[in-house]
């Protein structure tokens, strides 16, 4: 394809390679379910706002369960902005491919992960797609990709409810749910209901609400300190009637981690918001 193509096969008079391996949406979508029956659960990740910490949390809830010994893959569905590679450190890493199936980065021996970062020339190369590529590429995804058999495949969302999201309902009829990120402040919130209603008219389940960056973790003596405001994503779960999921505090390893490419959950278990993401996991 150019960088001109739009996706729209249909319509294109080009003689393409890629129009050729075009396939009908009903089979795309038999061979998508194919994939997903081997999955257990799937947990999308998202927010209205961007600058919240989604990724950071969606990665420490994948290594978590990871580390609780279960089978976890890891789309990274934030095409603009695929951060992921960079916070658990698979910058670098190579996505194969084995008779027409992609096969993802295995980050360790219970995660692995697929990401368009991985699969760029450069990993500072802008992404410049309009919705039909970046649909396509989440078709791809979840259609190509060999996770085998999971318990869990956590998606990471962009910000907002626009192509990304709608492609990932559309595709998957019947994710276990979603799983939604705030900070307290009203500025996040405001955006972050509309994610809550967005979940409501396609009928996703929401799984809960998590309430990112919740007042200081003194590295000290592990003490909270609300500096910022606190409790603004609890009231607003309380208000929309869905379930709270819990607050995790600002850490200052947490952000080296993410610089460094390692899983704070992992590096740090005994820190308290290390126990906050143990407790969401159980709760979930």
């Known amino acids: 394809m150019t960088d001109k193509c739009d996706s729209s096969c249909s319509s294109c008079s080009s003689d393409c390679s890629d129009r050729k391996t075009e396939k009908p949406a009903d089979e795309n979508q038999m061979q998508i379910n194919g994939r997903l029956a081997k999955i257990k659960n799937t947990i999308v990740v998202m927010s209205g706002k961007g600058g919240v910490g989604k990724t950071t949390v969606a990665a420490n809830l994948a290594m978590s369960l990871a580390m609780q010994g279960k089978k976890v893959g890891l789309l990274d569905a934030d095409i603009h902005g695929p951060s992921m590679p960079t916070v658990l450190g698979a910058r670098g890493k190579e996505i194969l491919v084995d008779n027409g199936e992609l096969l993802p980065a295995e980050l360790t021996e219970n995660l692995k992960m697929i990401s368009v970062g991985l699969l760029l020339p450069n990993f500072d190369d802008a992404v410049v ?68 209603n967005f979940c409501h008219k396609v009928k996703l389940n929401i799984l809960g609400v998590i309430e990112n960056m919740s007042g200081f973790a003194c590295p000290c003596c592990n003490t909270i300190t609300e500096i910022f405001k606190s409790g603004g994503g609890e009231k607003m779960a309380a208000d929309m009637n869905i379930k709270f999921l819990g607050k995790v505090p600002i850490d200052p390893e947490i952000a080296n981690c993410g610089d460094d490419g390692k899983a704070f959950v992992e590096h740090f278990p005994d820190s308290v918001s290390a126990k906050v993401f143990k407790d969401i996991i159980e709760k979930i």
């Not at 039909?132 to 969302?157: E, S």
């Open 129 to 196: 797609w309009r919705g039909p590529m970046k649909n396509g590429v989440i078709n791809q995804f979840l259609r190509d990709v060999r996770w085998g058999d999971l318990d869990y495949l956590i998606i990471d969302l962009p910000p907002g409810t626009g192509d990304e999201s709608m492609a990932i309902v559309d595709y998957i009829k019947d994710a276990t749910g979603a799983i939604i990120v705030t900070t307290p402040q009203e500025v996040s919130l405001a955006d972050v209901r509309k994610s809550v």
